[in-house]
């Protein structure tokens, strides 16, 4: 048994849409009621959970008259609007057969990114807990834009586990575990566990599937678990008919043991949780300052600016390839940089004053990407 998991008393589950709906849309009542049966069981036993569902836009192609799902974001936000009221109506009657009552909880990027929104998010996912709720957690795909989107909610699920601070993260799909390759061809093996990302070295890792009701695939699922287990918390990778086996500790799917050391909270939302708005470009001296040395950012070493942010905005420095080496929030307004580069903190307040003797990232508000 999977003493990680048998250990677990706060769960983030987390359900894609193919193991909810049919390839052509429309719910899949069976598979949500056999998914309730399993976490009301848990939630019985003094579980929290906290359930991260996908399926919005897949529920509402049918009702839509749509044959498969949309590539054009208006359309998507259009079957989100119609197939959340369908998931979130199907759910609650699912889970009250247990007497269980759901909360539905959308999220945007900025909700979990800026301070303010993530702990007001934080604040109503505990609260719903303490009434003994189950939240059910989704993108607000219906007014999120390209900018602001998650991406999938492989990443959403990880973020939330990190904001609740969860004792586990599962991650059900259409496949029961992690593979050497592709599943379907011969000579594959489950990995059962993996400890880290030298664990991966030599795996193929695939695409959202045939179905096209999803936008995952296995690749943000390793993503969302190299999130997860960074932050300290261990993650179960397997099918959706596996939930119940999975979540009872059995060595089922693929168990990715979590970091031993757990991040600081702001470095992790740092890295993981904020999108950037701008690149600083780094010459080398710079970037081995950053890196190895793990020293603040001064103009001297900046090359190029990109992007258009403001002080306190995070950015990412990248290197001469214009790889990005490390996020960090930005001291200084974009429109300000450029008559700055390349010029020591001395000279600057020399020249403009003191208030300009000051680094353009801190050491303190950088993270090593």
């Known amino acids: 048994m999977r003493e990680a998991v048998t250990a677990a008393r706060r769960i983030v589950v987390k359900v894609g849409s193919s193991s909810l709906t049919t390839a052509s849309g429309g719910l899949d009542t069976d598979r949500v009621d056999a998914l ?38 208006a359309t998507q936000q259009a079957a989100a609007s119609v197939g959340q009221g369908l998931l979130i109506g199907r759910y ?56 602001i989107r998650f991406g999938d909610n492989d990443r959403l699920a990880a973020l939330v586990a990190a904001l609740v601070q969860a004792d586990l993260l599962v991650l059900l799909s259409d496949v029961d575990a992690l593979y050497t390759g592709d599943p379907a061809k011969p000579g594959t093996t489950r990995i059962e566990q993996v400890h880290s990302t030298d664990d991966l070295a030599t795996v193929t890792i695939g695409r959202a599937g045939r179905a096209g009701v999803g936008t995952g695939g296995m690749v943000t699922k390793v993503e969302a ?33 979590p970091a031993v050391h757990r991040p600081g909270a702001r470095l992790f939302w740092l890295a993981h949780a904020t999108s950037p708005r701008g690149r600083l470009h780094l010459d080398p001296g710079a970037v081995q300052a950053v890196v190895t040395r793990r020293k603040s950012l001064l103009p001297a070493g900046i090359t190029a600016v990109d992007g258009t942010f403001t002080a306190g905005d995070p950015v990412d420095l990248v290197d001469i390839l214009g790889i990005p080496v490390a996020r ?25 004053g003191p208030a300009y003797e000051r680094e353009v990232v801190h050491r303190d508000d950088l993270v090593l990407l």
Do not use: W
């Open 225 to 257: 678990a190299r999130i997860a287990t960074g932050f300290g918390i261990p993650v179960v990778l397997t099918a959706a008919p596996l939930a119940a086996e999975a979540l009872a500790g059995a060595s089922v799917g693929t168990l990715f043991h």
């Open 36 to 73: 309730t049966d399993v976490l009301a069981a848990l939630a019985a036993d003094g579980r929290e959970i906290v359930l991260v569902s996908s399926g919005a836009i897949a529920a509402g192609l049918a009702p839509l008259g749509l044959p498969r799902r949309p590539r054009d974001l």
């Open 328 to 352: 960090g929030l930005v001291n200084y307004d974009a429109v300000e940089l450029p008559g700055l580069l390349g010029r020591s903190t001395g000279e600057l307040a020399a020249a403009l």
């Open 92 to 147: 609650a009657a699912s889970f009250a057969r247990h007497g269980r009552t759901v909360g539905q909880v959308l999220l945007t990027v900025d909700d979990v990114t800026r301070r303010v929104h993530y702990r007001n998010a934080y604040r109503t996912l505990r609260k719903l807990l303490d009434l003994r709720a189950v939240p059910i957690v989704n993108e607000n795909d219906t007014v999120a834009t390209e900018e």
